[in-house]
T-cell receptor, first 114, second 114 residues
Framework: DGGITQSPKYLFRKEGQNVTLSCEQN?????MYWYRQDPGQGLRLIYY???????QKGDIAEGYSVSREKKESFPLTVTSAQKNPTAFYLC?????????????FGEGSRLTVL | KQEVTQIPAALSVPEGENLVLNCSFT??????LQWFRQDPGKGLTSLLL?????REQTSGRLNASLDKSSGRSTLYIAASQPGDSATYLC?????????????FGAGTQVVVTP
C-alpha cells in the first residue's frame, strides 16, 4: 500500500537534546513537507522540499533542520535551539503532477519535552 | 498575510442533524481551498478540494461551497452520524504560494451524539 510513514509515533525528549523524526513515503511524490500542530492552532509549515538535495524554510523554521538526500525520505531534526518543541508533527507529500495543494499526510509524531 | 478562521471552534449535534461548518479567509487570491478531517491523534485526510474557479464540490453526504469574493467556504455534512465525530480543518493555497504551502484554520471539533 502506498503511503507516508512517520516514526516514532510518540517521542519524549529531555531539554537540551536533539531528536530526529522520520518521514518516509512510497508514493513517488516529488515534494515533502513538515507541519507543526499545537492545540487550538492551525498547522504551521516548518520546512518543505520540492526536489532532492533542496529544501526551503517555512514559517517557523527556527530551531529545526532537515535533509533530503533521497526522494522517499525527509527527516526532521528538532534541535535544542527550539524553545518550545512539545507539539504534534505532521509530514506530508505531494506529487507535482497532481492537483496543486492536494497533500497526503502521515499519521504524525507527538513529541513531548520532559 | 493570509489568515484562515474557523468558527465555531467546537460543535455538538444529535445524530441525524445536518452539520454546517464555516471557514473564512482574508485574502481572496487563492488557488484552491481544501477541507480535511482529523481524528484524535491522527493525520489529516482530505475530504474535498475546491478550485478557485469552482463554486462547490460534492462527495457523498459532503458538500463544500466557495465564495471567493467574500472569503468564505462552508462544509455541509448531511444526516450526521456518530462516525462523523472529528476535527474538520480548512486550508487555502494562495496564488503566490509554492505548491503545498497551505494556510490552515484551527479547525472545528465536531461531536455527533447518538
Amino acid at each position: 500500500d502506498g503511503g507516508i510513514t512517520q516514526s516514532p509515533k510518540y517521542l519524549f525528549r529531555k531539554e537540551g537534546q536533539n531528536v530526529t523524526l522520520s518521514c518516509e513515503q512510497n508514493l513517488n511524490h516529488d515534494a515533502m513537507y513538515w507541519y507543526r500542530q499545537d492545540p487550538g492552532q492551525g498547522l504551521r509549515l516548518i520546512y518543505y522540499s520540492q526536489i532532492v538535495n533542496d529544501f526551503q524554510k517555512g514559517d517557523i523554521a527556527e530551531g529545526y533542520s532537515v535533509s533530503r538526500e533521497k526522494k522517499e525520505s525527509f527527516p526532521l531534526t528538532v534541535t535544542s535551539a527550539q524553545k518550545n518543541p512539545t507539539a504534534f508533527y505532521l509530514c506530508a507529500s505531494f506529487g507535482l503532477a497532481g492537483v496543486p495543494g492536494e497533500l497526503f499526510f502521515g499519521e504524525g509524531s507527538r513529541l513531548t519535552v520532559l | 498575510k493570509q489568515e484562515v478562521t474557523q468558527i465555531p471552534a467546537a460543535l455538538s449535534v444529535p445524530e441525524g442533524e445536518n452539520l454546517v461548518l464555516n471557514c473564512s479567509f482574508t485574502d481572496s487570491a487563492i488557488y484552491n481551498l481544501q477541507w480535511f478531517r482529523q481524528d484524535p491523534g491522527k493525520g489529516l485526510t482530505s475530504l474535498l478540494l475546491i478550485q478557485s474557479s469552482q463554486r462547490e464540490q460534492t462527495s457523498g453526504r459532503l458538500n463544500a461551497s466557495l465564495d471567493k469574493s467574500s472569503g468564505r467556504s462552508t462544509l455541509y455534512i448531511a444526516a450526521s452520524q456518530p462516525g462523523d465525530s472529528a476535527t474538520y480543518l480548512c486550508a487555502v493555497m494562495g496564488t503566490t504560494d509554492s505548491w503545498g504551502k497551505l494556510q490552515f484554520g484551527a479547525g472545528t471539533q465536531v461531536v455527533v451524539t447518538p
